[in-house]
Structures are given as structure tokens and as C-alpha cells.
């Protein structure tokens, strides 16, 4: 799933292209989507994010709301060239196309006004204090890992980046959130700082199938230091890599330095 770096990648490119094109033409694919009318002739404002999701802000019109979920993703495409498989949904402008193309057709999209996420931290790219963290996690017994990835909490963080989040704090991704101290949870702050803005530098990560808007990898698998790594080395202490299964999902740390 696109976490935080990814579509902020996606927000950031389409916010060098979007704004001020007009939309010539909105073409449904797959009528799993909906009803997307009256679009036709609305000039785009400007992209923002919330969390995991893109709003695409029109000129006296409604925003268009889009989530990508599992394998969601997006292209522009110019010139005539071929549809790729699985495409959903077509935008076209007089620059070029965006496509929304989505293999398992999960990837939600649908007019409203601009969420204001209730969530008491809802950007963290603009930092997750640590007096903040601790207060909200206060006597949580669920794991640390889970607590990051809650959106209820916290918005954008997923599978990946807590991982990457909690080997770069030193902290075991099993741990009671409410059991961590005011120190761990500055370890956290400080690693969300160095983890999450790198991993938006290299266009997201790459492990599967996320490309950025213009179909190239992004390339912060390069640094990641437990995710996928599993029986490896860990760069800093030397210790064995493991993995395993926390809420159902795959769950990466070295247990030789993350207590």
C-alpha cells in the first residue's frame, strides 16, 4: 500500500502539472468507481495530501477525493499512447492524461469538500513530538508498531516506515506503546525526522509495485535498514534481521539492538 513518502511523491509531482489545466474530459473504466459528472471544464487549483489520500482542489467546483488503498497508483500520460492494464479511470486535459490504474480495484475516488482530518497527529512529516506521542499512548497495550500505524492516531505511517521508524529509535516493534518513556518516544521524534522526509526525497519506496506518477521506482529501498531484510545483516550491531507477524501484517527488526 502507498504510505506517507509515496503520495506525497505523487502530491508533489502532480502539483508541478495540475494547477491551472483545465478538464477536458473524465472517463469511468470501471464503474466500481461511480458516478464522477460534471467535472468537464473545471480548472485544478492545486493537489494537497491527508494521510494516505490526494485532494485534487477545483476552480468553483468539488474536490475530488482519492484514496489508492493496496494497489492504487497513477500516471500521466502524454501523447497516444496504449492504456496500461488495469486502468479505472481517465482525466483527460490538453497537457496530457492522468490515469488511475489499479490491479485489485480497491482505489476509491469521489467528490466532496477538503477532510480536515480529526487525528491528533495528522501530518508527521511535520514532526511527531515525543511529549505528544507519549500522552497519546498513555497506558496503550497494543504494540508500538501498531500504535504508528493507527490511523486513529497518527495519519500516513504504514507497514514500511514503522519498521524503518522503530529500528532507527531502537525499540522493539512489540512493545506496549504505553510502556515506552519519554527518551524512547524522543528516539521515535528523531527517527520519523530522519526516516520519513528521506523516503519522500527518493520518490517512496520500491519493494513491489509503487512507481511515482511518471512510472519510474522510487529508490529508498536503497536505505532501508530492517523492511524485507529478513536473515540480513543489521548494519549497526552486526545482529540477524527477523521477521515476524504483528496484526497480520510482516513485522522487520533486529532483536540484538531494538529492545
Given at each position: 500500500m502507498p504510505e506517507l513518502p509515496e503520495v506525497e511523491t505523487l502530491c508533489r509531482q502532480l502539483n508541478g502539472i495540475l494547477p491551472g489545466q483545465e478538464i477536458r474530459n473524465v472517463q469511468v473504466v470501471d464503474a466500481r468507481l461511480g458516478l464522477l459528472a460534471g467535472?468537464?471544464?473545471?480548472?485544478?487549483?492545486?493537489?494537497?495530501?491527508?494521510?494516505?489520500?490526494?485532494?485534487?482542489?477545483?476552480?468553483?467546483?468539488?474536490?475530488?477525493?482519492?484514496?489508492?488503498?493496496?494497489?492504487?497508483?497513477?500516471?500521466?500520460?502524454?501523447?497516444?499512447?496504449?492504456?496500461?492494464?488495469?486502468?479505472?479511470?481517465?482525466?483527460?486535459?490538453?497537457?496530457?492524461?492522468?490515469?488511475?490504474?489499479?490491479?485489485?480495484?480497491?482505489?476509491?475516488?469521489?467528490?466532496?469538500?477538503?477532510?480536515v482530518l480529526s487525528v491528533p497527529l495528522a501530518n508527521p512529516l511535520e514532526g511527531l513530538p515525543a511529549r505528544r506521542l507519549r500522552e497519546i499512548a498513555a497506558e496503550r497495550r497494543l504494540p508500538v508498531k501498531s500504535f504508528l500505524m493507527d490511523q486513529r492516531f497518527i495519519a500516513g505511517i504504514g507497514n514500511i516506515y514503522a519498521c524503518e521508524i522503530l529500528h532507527g529509535a531502537k525499540i522493539d516493534p512489540g512493545r506496549p506503546a504505553g510502556s515506552l518513556t519519554i527518551a524512547e518516544w524522543r528516539r521515535v521524534e528523531r527517527a520519523a525526522a530522519a526516516v520519513l522526509p528521506r523516503a519522500v526525497a527518493c520518490r517512496g519506496t520500491t519493494v513491489s509495485d509503487w512507481r511515482d506518477l511518471f512510472g519510474a521506482s522510487g529508490t529508498n529501498q536503497e536505505h532501508l535498514e530492517v523492511y524485507a531484510r529478513e536473515g540480513e545483516v543489521c548494519r549497526r550491531c552486526g545482529g540477524r534481521i527477523e521477521r515476524r507477524v504483528m496484526g497480520g501484517r510482516g513485522t522487520w527488526s533486529c532483536p540484538s539492538c531494538q529492545k
Amino acid at each position: 500500500m502507498p504510505e506517507l513518502p509515496e503520495v506525497e511523491t505523487l502530491c508533489r509531482q502532480l502539483n508541478g502539472i495540475l494547477p491551472g489545466q483545465e478538464i477536458r474530459n473524465v472517463q469511468v473504466v470501471d464503474a466500481r468507481l461511480g458516478l464522477l459528472a460534471g467535472l468537464d471544464g473545471h480548472r485544478i487549483i492545486g493537489v494537497t495530501r491527508r494521510g494516505k489520500g490526494l485532494c485534487v482542489k477545483l476552480e468553483n467546483g468539488p474536490t475530488v477525493l482519492l484514496h489508492l488503498r493496496m494497489t492504487g497508483r497513477l500516471l500521466w500520460q502524454k501523447g497516444a499512447s496504449p492504456l496500461p492494464s488495469h486502468t479505472r479511470l481517465i482525466i483527460s486535459f490538453a497537457a496530457g492524461k492522468l490515469l488511475l490504474i489499479d490491479p485489485r480495484r480497491f482505489a476509491t475516488v469521489r467528490l466532496g469538500s477538503d477532510p480536515v482530518l480529526s487525528v491528533p497527529l495528522a501530518n508527521p512529516l511535520e514532526g511527531l513530538p515525543a511529549r505528544r506521542l507519549r500522552e497519546i499512548a498513555a497506558e496503550r497495550r497494543l504494540p508500538v508498531k501498531s500504535f504508528l500505524m493507527d490511523q486513529r492516531f497518527i495519519a500516513g505511517i504504514g507497514n514500511i516506515y514503522a519498521c524503518e521508524i522503530l529500528h532507527g529509535a531502537k525499540i522493539d516493534p512489540g512493545r506496549p506503546a504505553g510502556s515506552l518513556t519519554i527518551a524512547e518516544w524522543r528516539r521515535v521524534e528523531r527517527a520519523a525526522a530522519a526516516v520519513l522526509p528521506r523516503a519522500v526525497a527518493c520518490r517512496g519506496t520500491t519493494v513491489s509495485d509503487w512507481r511515482d506518477l511518471f512510472g519510474a521506482s522510487g529508490t529508498n529501498q536503497e536505505h532501508l535498514e530492517v523492511y524485507a531484510r529478513e536473515g540480513e545483516v543489521c548494519r549497526r550491531c552486526g545482529g540477524r534481521i527477523e521477521r515476524r507477524v504483528m496484526g497480520g501484517r510482516g513485522t522487520w527488526s533486529c532483536p540484538s539492538c531494538q529492545k
